[in-house]
């Protein structure tokens, strides 16, 4: 049998050169290039079973001829590939019907893999073959590796009403990706629809939700449709679904089993037609295991999981995301503001407690409260009272102190009654679980180290492991696997 065809376009001669070695020790037969042309001459003629692409060229952007290659050669496969790392290069790769999405640098297995299934796999995936000449705003930002498998996880979600659960620490951007699932989605011509479970009475959740017949309690002095209704065609965003109470677990499974709901008081079975996609910032395993939440809801929501990581691991995405937020502001009316190399410093090496929400609010405040153009690392400083703070990440404090204000907190968020039963073991988790994924990020997914390093068992790590659902990144440390 011939070896298979990969039409191969990067502008990178040295890049070009070290794909073209790994594809052809894979037994396949690489065409390179670094023009845009010549690729088209190629695909004009009908040669190459797969193409391997950069988005960027010397004579234009691959996603302007990506039409008409998959109009000419619908069945040609198409890698693109690209060092621009952010969210709408994923977003626009898939709907120009792209077989896979690999942001730079990746590993050349990686690639492989990727090359062989395209080659073997007879389905294709259905892009919408137009491309969109205008560019939308950046609804996510950042180029870290936690993000960019959180872009390809939503790229291939697009198309698809698949319910999706979203888990991450308050103010990571849970809403926002929800968002993003439906304004990039196929129902983004229908209503977004946000409900956050926990600032709902208990007693009013299953008519917030499903809505209520004129006469049904007290008060209900109209019929009014609830949050199902008015999603209608839409998506349905169901924030901290992990504080939702039993009997309204209930009612919601029975509607995720039937896809019907009726109104409180009704009788008569509504349709609902809603992509459903649910966040929480607890652990839902744990709540499961404390009767708090019901299992069988847990696997009809969680279909896909994407965890979001917090702004901690994600430090390198500090610096674009703090520059986006000053151009937001400066969008609004506001001055323009730079930050100094030492202030960026100062921000990446912070822990950031409240996520990306605290980076935001921090910009905003820069900006309305000092004149001066360039901030300084003095003035982030005198904001974040790094002097004062009792945060984890600068030392201040202590990490007791932390716990303690932790404690105060959750009281705090219950007042005047008290939290569920557990708040021991739900506190421990709070620490083990990024205790245990940092650890084990600094080992490079190596739990022999990491066991070692914690001074734990490896049996006890694995156990915790799985007990907390921490997914394990590998980390090649090998220069000579990535391309740049």
């Known amino acids: 049998m011939d070896a298979q065809t990969i039409l191969l376009a990067d502008d990178d001669a040295a890049i070009r050169t070290v794909l073209n070695q790994a594809l052809s020790r894979a037994g396949y037969e690489v065409r390179p290039t670094g023009n845009i042309s010549t690729l088209w001459n190629w695909v004009t003629r009908g040669e190459g079973d797969l193409l391997v692409t950069d988005v960027s060229m010397p004579d234009g952007s691959v996603f302007d001829v990506m039409p008409k290659i998959r109009k000419l050669r619908p069945n040609l496969p198409i890698v693109v590939m690209s060092a621009q790392n952010t969210f709408m290069t994923a977003i626009r790769a898939s709907e120009l019907g792209a077989y896979e999405y690999l942001p730079k640098p990746f590993d050349l297995n990686e690639l492989i893999g990727v090359a062989g299934r395209a080659l073997s796999d007879a389905r294709r ?11 939308d705003p950046m609804p996510l930002v950042g180029r870290s590796p936690a993000m960019q498998d959180i872009y390809r996880t939503l790229a291939r979600l697009m198309q698809t009403d698949l319910t999706v659960t979203i888990t991450g620490e308050s103010g990571t951007g849970k809403e926002l990706v929800a968002r993003a699932l439906h304004d990039f989605g196929r129902r983004r011509n229908g209503p977004f629809v946000a409900i956050n479970m926990a600032a709902i009475p208990r007693d009013l959740i299953e008519a917030e939700l499903f809505g209520h017949e004129k006469g049904a309690f007290t008060g209900a002095t ?3 449709p609830g949050r199902f209704g008015e999603a209608e065609g839409g998506t349905l965003f169901l924030d901290e679904i992990g504080d939702m109470p039993m009997e309204a677990q209930t009612r919601l499974l029975r509607v995720l089993q039937e896809g019907e709901y009726t109104m409180v008081g009704g009788r008569t079975p509504l349709r609902a037609d809603v992509r459903i ?7 839902l395993g744990q709540a499961i295991r404390q009767g708090l939440f ?33 151009r937001d502001a400066q969008r609004e ?14 921000l990446h090496n912070y822990g950031w407690p409240g996520n990306v929400r605290e980076l935001e609010n921090l910009m905003r405040r820069l900006v309305a409260l000092y004149a001066d153009e360039t901030i300084s690392a003095d003035i982030v400083r005198t904001e974040l009272n790094l002097g004062e703070r009792t945060d984890f990440a600068t030392g201040a404090g202590g990490l007791q102190t932390v716990v303690e204000a932790e404690v105060a907190r959750l009281f705090r968020e219950y007042e005047p009654g008290l939290p569920p039963p557990g708040v021991y073991q739900r506190l421990i988790d709070d620490v083990e679980i990024p205790l245990l994924s940092a650890v084990l990020n600094l080992c490079g997914g190596n739990q022999i180290k990491a066991a070692d390093l914690l001074g734990l068992n490896r049996n006890t790590l694995r156990k915790k492991i799985r ?6 990144v590998r980390q090649s440390r090998q220069a000579g696997r990535e391309t740049g």
Not at 126 to 135: F, I, N, Y
């Open 277 to 283: 996609v649910a966040a929480t910032h607890r652990d």
């Open 222 to 224: 109209a019929r009014t």
């Open 467 to 472: 007990a907390h659902g921490i997914e394990i």
């Open 294 to 326: 019901r299992e069988d809801l847990y696997y009809r929501l969680n279909v896909v999981p994407i965890r979001l990581p917090p702004l901690r691991e994600r430090g390198d995405d500090v610096k674009d995301l703090a520059a986006h937020f000053l």
């Open 125 to 135: 995936p259905a892009g919408s073959g137009k491309a969109d000449d205008t560019v």
């Open 333 to 346: 009316g506001e001055p323009p503001k730079v930050l100094a190399p030492d202030a960026l410093t100062l």
